[in-house]
């Protein structure tokens, strides 16, 4: 038709730059529509085009039209964005962009985003964790073992003085970190402030019975951002050096706005992904969690969940050790897979993978053989659900890493270690469904 442009934005000869963004879908067209039309669409309304010619297109303009380069019958397309369509340091237009209107396209049957390369100046123009891996260690002096976190159980409906008593058992038995679930901001059962206060308390007197450092991962995700700064302002007067924010729900407006307001109070961000399968899961249509890694990364969270392979989550085992690959190395390179492009961060600090969801003593060997050391364990139901009470459980995760460290199979261990016992007994190496 001779009022579209979109093949315009297909270009195989076209080699991108030093200083562009490079993305990566998988795509289908819908019914009479070819490869080469869907990907001149995606370039097109993703950058400076629309559905027609325009009489206001000035040669300026095109100079900055993204470039489809890469077209493949097999569904796989890379577009090339000139920097200057980006707003430096900002998110959310990112996403207004790279991810906005090409979703709703009738000419498209499946879309998803697989990657994005953030070239230099881009990833520069973000802050990225302020402590990153080694400096969430240095907050709770913990480097030879992987840090170990807990969600008191059940995750709503305890009140702020049962939701403290559950706090101390939990750290005294040897985990380092309490953590608020994604759901538990501010109900009436259980305030947040009141929370906070119980949480404090029992960390005072797990600290000084044990001699460790201990921690909150205190959810701070509220309605408004004025609610969710004065939360976080309580967190650092009450002396707790960490928070919690349900990132996609907040949206990344705050997710940024939290990352510079926390650097002001030296609190590490931890990062809970609720909300992210409705559009990572599906296989042919929507984001990939790698992509919300990566962003997570340049937004500037210190921890997030990833997954775990013997978790209770659906799991790509191949995506698991990509994701953390790219969010714990310098330079990553995805060493042949071609739905991935290479990513160097310039400095960007390190962000601490977290493993959650169904995790108990019984599956922990399994784990660190494949994820290794330099993660952050989330036992949730696996120490509160220990039947003799959390204490124990968390005993019997520390236990746990002790076999495993000295190269002694929890069976074996598990024979002058009451807590590990109990916790093989009724568990056994079982994955939750």
């Keep these: 038709m001779g009022f579209e442009w979109y093949n315009e934005f297909v270009d195989r000869n076209h080699k991108p730059s030093s200083d562009e963004l490079i993305a990566v879908f998988k795509a289908k067209p819908a019914e009479g529509l070819t490869m080469d039309d869907i990907a001149g669409r995606i370039a097109s309304e993703s950058s400076v085009g629309t559905w027609t010619t325009l009489t206001t297109l000035k040669p300026h303009v095109r100079k900055i039209m993204a470039k489809a380069y890469v077209v493949r019958e097999d569904g796989l397309i890379k577009v090339a964005y000139p920097l200057d369509l980006f707003e430096l340091g900002s998110i959310p237009q990112l996403f207004s962009s790279v991810l906005g209107n090409i979703f709703g396209m009738r000419a498209i049957k499946s879309l998803?985003?697989?990657?994005?390369?953030?070239?230099?100046?881009?990833?520069?123009?973000?802050?990225?964790?302020?402590?990153?891996?080694?400096?969430?260690?240095?907050?709770?002096?913990?480097?030879?073992?992987?840090?170990?976190?807990?969600?008191?159980?059940?995750?709503?409906?305890?009140?702020?003085?049962?939701?403290?008593?559950?706090?101390?058992?939990?750290?005294?038995?040897?985990?380092?970190?309490?953590?608020?679930?994604?759901?538990?901001?501010?109900?009436?059962?259980?305030?947040?402030?009141?929370?906070?206060?119980?949480?404090?308390?029992?960390?005072?007197?797990?600290?000084?019975?044990?001699?460790?450092?201990?921690?909150?991962?205190?959810?701070?995700?509220?309605?408004?951002?004025?609610?969710?700064?004065?939360?976080?302002?309580?967190?650092?007067?009450?002396?707790?050096?960490?928070?919690?924010?349900?990132?996609?729900?907040?949206?990344?407006?705050?997710?940024?706005?939290?990352?510079?307001?926390?650097?002001?109070?030296?609190?590490?961000?931890?990062?809970?992904?609720?909300?992210?399968?409705?559009?990572?899961?599906?296989?042919?249509?929507?984001?990939?969690?790698?992509?919300?890694?990566?962003?997570?990364?340049?937004?500037?969270?210190?921890?997030i969940h990833i997954g775990t392979n013997v978790g209770k989550m659906e799991t790509d085992l191949k995506e698991l050790k990509l994701t953390q690959n790219v969010i714990t190395q310098e330079d990553f390179n995805p060493e042949g897979d071609e739905t991935k492009e290479p990513q160097k961060w310039y400095g960007l600090k390190p962000v601490l993978p977290v493993a959650s969801g169904g995790l108990h003593p019984g599956v922990l060997p399994q784990l660190l053989d494949f994820m290794g050391s330099d993660i952050l364990i989330q036992v949730g139901g696996g120490v509160t659900g220990h039947p003799s009470g959390p204490k124990a459980g968390g005993i019997a995760v520390r236990q746990a890493l002790e076999a495993y460290y000295s190269g002694v199979p929890l069976e074996e261990y598990a024979k002058t270690h009451k807590e590990l016992r109990e916790a093989l007994e009724k568990w056994g190496k079982v994955r939750p469904e």
Aim: glycine residues 6%.
């Design 112 to 303: 998803k985003v697989l990657d994005i390369m953030f070239p230099e100046k881009y990833v520069k123009s973000f802050p990225g964790p302020s402590f990153g891996i080694s400096g969430v260690r240095d907050k709770l002096k913990v480097y030879k073992r992987p840090i170990l976190a807990t969600v008191p159980k059940p995750k709503v409906g305890l009140t702020s003085e049962e939701y403290g008593e559950a706090a101390y058992e939990i750290l005294s038995g040897g985990m380092d970190l309490v953590k608020d679930d994604e759901n538990l901001t501010n109900q009436p059962f259980n305030r947040f402030e009141k929370r906070l206060a119980a949480v404090m308390k029992a960390i005072d007197k797990a600290e000084k019975e044990t001699g460790e450092k201990k921690g909150y991962l205190c959810n701070i995700t509220a309605p408004t951002l004025e609610e969710m700064l004065r939360r976080m302002k309580l967190v650092a007067d009450y002396g707790n050096e960490f928070i919690m924010l349900d990132i996609l729900t907040v949206g990344w407006a705050a997710v940024q706005t939290a990352r510079e307001h926390a650097a002001d109070y030296k609190l590490a961000i931890h990062a809970h992904r609720a909300f992210h399968a409705a559009f990572t899961r599906p296989k042919e249509h929507g984001v990939s969690f790698y992509l919300i890694a990566k962003i997570s990364r340049l937004a500037g969270v210190d921890h």
